[in-house]
T-cell receptor, first 116, second 115 residues
Framework: EAGVTQFPSHSVIEKGQTVTLRCDPI?????LYWYRRVMGKEIKFLLH????????ESGMPNNRFLAERTGGTYSTLKVQPAELEDSGVYFC??????????????FGPGTRLTVT | GEDVEQSLFLSVREGDSSVINCTYT??????LYWYKQEPGAGLQLLTY?????DMKQDQRLTVLLNKKDKHLSLRIADTQTGDSAIYFC???????????????FGKGTKLSVKP
């Protein structure tokens, strides 16, 4: 079974540009989460989808970040315009909505975003 | 809000046991996790424990939970060089809908295993 995949693995953009990150969760996982780790800090929650709906977006830093999950499958996270402080590693995770796998949240390899 | 603390570094010799400690503040945390991150890789779910358990053992890994002190530990028996990685403690609780909420992470403990 394929794990959580993310694309691209690494992105280098200039300040003011736009970047879109993609996450494909494990098949059948209705819960999808975005997190990010800024250099030297903890991994911080950004938002949580249940299927196509935003369950919790309390961690989104500002309105330059837009997450979508049309159709309840893959998700995109767009940063527009990017700022220097957006640099970090963006992780996506997924889990089952219910059942014995409820507690198991699986992470993708992350996208390393560098804003210059 | 919830706060999760862990020491940043641990160094052990190959064959010894490693114990990585974590403290958290929210007593309503339902699930408590250990994730492993190897260099250049993502987060690997190692193990987790439900809040009504005191201990969970899985091969070389033993998780101990002291709810009174809000203390979680991960013991790795017979530590190998391949265990060198960053270990993250994380906690969560179920949201109102009964599904898993977001994880709150510690900063991670870098485990170095010397031959």
């Amino acid at each position: 079974e394929a794990g959580v995949t993310q694309f691209p693995s690494h992105s280098v953009i200039e300040k003011g540009q736009t970047v879109t990150l993609r996450c494909d969760p494990i098949s059948g996982h209705d819960n999808l989460y975005w997190y990010r780790r800024v250099m030297g800090k903890e991994i911080k929650f950004l938002l949580h989808f249940v299927k196509e709906s935003k369950q919790d977006e309390s961690g989104m830093p500002n309105n330059r970040f837009l997450a979508e999950r049309t159709g309840g499958t893959y998700s995109t996270l767009k940063v527009q315009p990017a700022e220097l402080e957006d640099s970090g590693v963006y992780f996506c995770a997924s889990s089952q909505l219910r059942g014995t796998g409820l507690a198991e949240q699986y992470f993708g390899p992350g996208t390393r975003l560098t804003v210059t | 809000g919830e706060d999760v603390e862990q020491s940043l570094f641990l160094s052990v010799r190959e064959g010894d046991s490693s114990v990585i400690n974590c403290t958290y503040t929210d007593s309503s945390s339902t699930y408590l996790y250990w994730y492993k991150q190897e260099p250049g890789a993502g987060l690997q779910l190692l193990t987790y424990i439900f809040s009504n358990m005191d201990m969970k053992q899985d091969q070389r890994l033993t998780v101990l939970l002291n709810k009174k002190d809000k203390h979680l530990s991960l013991r790795i028996a017979d530590t190998q060089t391949g265990d060198s990685a960053i270990y993250f403690c994380a906690v969560t609780s179920l949201n109102n809908g009964g599904s898993q909420g977001n994880l709150i992470f510690g900063k991670g403990t870098k485990l170095s295993v010397k031959p």
